[in-house]
C-alpha cells in the first residue's frame, strides 16, 4: 500500500534561514508526488508537483527515487512562508491522493 | 469558474443530531473527494466518486456516514447520527482527467458536534 510520511509535526525557523520539510514515501511504481500548502483558515492549495519541476514562491522539490523522498526546500524563509504542509502521492493511473500527515510551519522575525 | 463550492462553512449541532454538508464541483471535473482533517489524523480521505460512482469508500468511518453524488454538479457528505468524535473540518475537492490533473478544493466545512 502506498504511504506518505512526514516526520516532523512543527517545524520552527527564524525569517531568512534555510527549510527542508521532509516527505518520505513508499510505493513501488512511479508515483506521481505534490506538495499543498494550507495558510490560516484557509482551503489547502497546490503548491508544486514534481513532474513540473519549477519552483513557486521560491520553493522546491525533487524526487529521490533512491531515497523514496520530495522533501520540500527554500533557501530563505519569509514569515508569510508560515502555514500547514502536506505532502501527497498519487498511484499511476489512479485519482485518488494519498497525504502524509503535515508538517506546520512557523517562521518567526 | 468559483472552484469548488462547499456549504455550510460552520455547522454547530448537538450529539444525535443530523447533518448534511454539501458541495459543488468545479464544472467539467469528473472526480470529486471528501476528506476529513483533525489535527491528531492530518487529512483523511472518506469516499471519492468518478463520474457520479462511488469507487473507493474504505475511508469512511462507519455506517454513520454516507455519501452520494445525485448528479455532476453536487455531493452530499451525511453523518447520522452524528457524535463529538465527529468533530472536525471535512473538505470536498474535485478534479478533471486533463492533461493538469489537478485536485483543487473547497473552502471546508468546519463541524462541531456538541
Known amino acids: 500500500a502506498q504511504r506518505v510520511t512526514q516526520p516532523e509535526k512543527l517545524l520552527s525557523v527564524f525569517k531568512g534561514a534555510p527549510v527542508e520539510l521532509k516527505c518520505n514515501y513508499s510505493y513501488s511504481g512511479s508515483p506521481e508526488l505534490f506538495w499543498y500548502v494550507q495558510y490560516s483558515r484557509q482551503r489547502l492549495q497546490l503548491l508544486l508537483r514534481h513532474i513540473s519541476r519549477e519552483s513557486i514562491k521560491g520553493f522546491t522539490a525533487d524526487l529521490n527515487k533512491g531515497e523514496t523522498s520530495f522533501h520540500l526546500k527554500k533557501p530563505f524563509a519569509q514569515e508569510e512562508d508560515s502555514a500547514m504542509y502536506y505532502c501527497?502521492?498519487?498511484?499511476?493511473?489512479?485519482?485518488?491522493?494519498?497525504f502524509g500527515t503535515g508538517t506546520r510551519l512557523l517562521v518567526s522575525p | 469558474d468559483a472552484g469548488v463550492i462547499q456549504s455550510p462553512r460552520h455547522e454547530v449541532t448537538e450529539m444525535g443530531q443530523e447533518v448534511t454538508l454539501r458541495c459543488k464541483p468545479i464544472s467539467g471535473h469528473n472526480s470529486l473527494f471528501w476528506y476529513r482533517q483533525t489535527m491528531m489524523r492530518g487529512l483523511e480521505l472518506l469516499i471519492y466518486?468518478?463520474?457520479?460512482?462511488?469507487?473507493?469508500d474504505s475511508g469512511m468511518p462507519e455506517d454513520r456516514f454516507s455519501a452520494k453524488m445525485p448528479n455532476a454538479s453536487f455531493s452530499t457528505l451525511k453523518i447520522q447520527p452524528s457524535e463529538p468524535r465527529d468533530s472536525a473540518v471535512y473538505f470536498c475537492?474535485?478534479?478533471?482527467?486533463?492533461?493538469?490533473?489537478?485536485?483543487?478544493f473547497g473552502a471546508g466545512t468546519r463541524l462541531s458536534v456538541l
Open positions: 501527497a502521492l498519487r498511484q499511476e493511473g489512479f485519482q485518488k491522493l494519498v
Open positions: 475537492a474535485s478534479n478533471s482527467r486533463d492533461r493538469k490533473n489537478i485536485q483543487y
Open positions: 466518486f468518478n463520474n457520479n460512482v462511488p469507487i473507493d
